[in-house]
């Protein structure tokens, strides 16, 4: 007899109203890079704000690719937010989901080096336009 068990780590319930709250009050940086995240606007990718795997929550997160993307502003660069953030990528790294990070200035003073750092991380191949 095999028994399989199904673990949603994806949007758990428990985190559901945290995670309307964080989307309610974007940060500027996440706010003006959702402008060009949202409706499938990068190369047709789907991004979801404030995606939780695990205990985690996620900035953006691209399920076609598994690719998270966060923003970094000044509470990241401490010695304990910074052990956080390793452990964080590490367990997410575990599940086939790729990080890449980005400083909160890097979106208001290099918005098209971050776009095309974005997608250079995508591998699967784009949508195909509408017939």
Known sequence: MVIIIKMIIHNQKAQKEFRR???KNLTPAEAKLWKYLQNSQLDGRKFRRQHS???YIIDFYCP???LAVELD???HFNSVNEQY????????NSL???VVRFENKDIFEKTE???ESIKSHFINL????PP
Request: no cysteine.
């Open 21 to 23: 709250e964080l989307r």
């Open 53 to 55: 795997v695990g205990q």
């Open 64 to 66: 076609k690719e598994k």
């Open 73 to 75: 502003g000044n509470s």
């Open 85 to 92: 953030d390793i452990k964080r990528g590490e367990y997410l």
């Open 96 to 98: 086939g989901i790729n």
């Open 113 to 115: 080096i971050v776009l």
């Open 126 to 129: 784009p949508p195909l336009p």
